[in-house]
């Protein structure tokens, strides 16, 4: 089956002389959700940055759905949802505006809106709040406008930065529950998280990053084989990889 996404030979970072990224690959599937992990500062958001297209790779490529944002800027950028680890919404729109302005830039016929619309804004308890200013919402309401946001024009591709910070338990069960939808309809989801529990019992496979580059992946019992202890949990193998990797266990 076709990738929905590919890294291939990933070098990049903020300036050509010190790359952050070091020759990363890894592809991700129709119907699979990856969990990227890392410490702090391991390179999860540059990686991401790379794959919106906010900064170019220094070497290597990045194709979704086959395609590069070169050959196809319209194709490669209509292709995936992304949901950053703060959310960032105009104050002065409510929040039903702000779905709206989605469901337009990615041309949701009105319908197939109206109908999604209402079954996220009570799927996620926003009901309520649908014409309140995004710049009167709490913290976490506004994380669920990002990700109502997201999974109004069902892409093929979730890029999802930290998605649980803020959020109360009953967002993030629905969450996890639209999460476990749309891959189950065909969907790939790339997320980015430090709660390894939920990483490890959600995803299918996993990307372990150390200080730019690839330490592990695959699927937990491959993790837990390249960790060196195969009866690990994920946090247990990360904990391995991140301080034994390279024998000198410091974990800067
Ligand atoms: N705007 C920037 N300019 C220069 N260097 C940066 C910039 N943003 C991040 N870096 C550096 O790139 C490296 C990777 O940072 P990145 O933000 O990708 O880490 P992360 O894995 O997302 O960490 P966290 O878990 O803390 O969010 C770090 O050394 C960081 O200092």
């Known amino acids: 089956m076709e990738p929905v996404l590919r890294v291939d030979g990933l070098t990049g970072g903020y300036s050509p002389r010190r790359p952050v990224l070091h020759d990363i690959h890894f592809d991700i599937k129709p119907g699979e959700m990856v969990g990227l992990i890392g410490l702090n500062g391991a390179g999860k958001s540059t990686t991401i940055k790379h794959i919106l297209g906010l900064m170019k790779p220094l070497k290597g490529e990045i194709r979704i759905r086959g395609t590069t944002l070169e050959q196809d800027p319209q194709r490669y950028r209509s292709s995936f949802a992304y949901v950053p680890e703060s959310p960032v919404l105009f104050d002065e729109m409510t929040v039903q505006e702000h779905l709206r302005l989605t469901g337009m830039a990615y041309d949701v016929d009105a319908d197939r809106f109206e109908q999604r619309s209402e079954q996220l804004l009570e799927e996620f308890h926003m009901i309520p709040k649908r014409t309140a200013f995004s710049g009167h ?40 529950e639209r999460l476990v939808e749309v ?27 150390h200080r730019g ?25 990360f904990y391995r990889l991140v301080t034994g990797g390279d024998g000198d266990g410091r974990v800067t």
């Open 137 to 176: 919402l709490s913290k976490g309401m506004k994380q669920k406008v990002m990700i109502m946001n997201a999974l109004l024009p069902e892409p093929p591709l979730y890029i999802i930065d930290e998605p649980f910070l803020g959020l109360d338990p009953l967002g993030i069960r629905s969450l996890l």
């Open 213 to 237: 580059k690839m330490v592990a992946q695959g699927n937990l019992e491959q993790v837990r084989e390249q960790s060196g202890d195969r009866t690990a949990s994920l946090e247990e193998a």
């Open 183 to 209: 891959k189950n309809s065909g969907a790939a989801i790339l997320m980015s998280s430090h709660i390894l529990a939920t990483v490890e019992m959600y995803c299918d496979r996993f990307l372990v990053l």
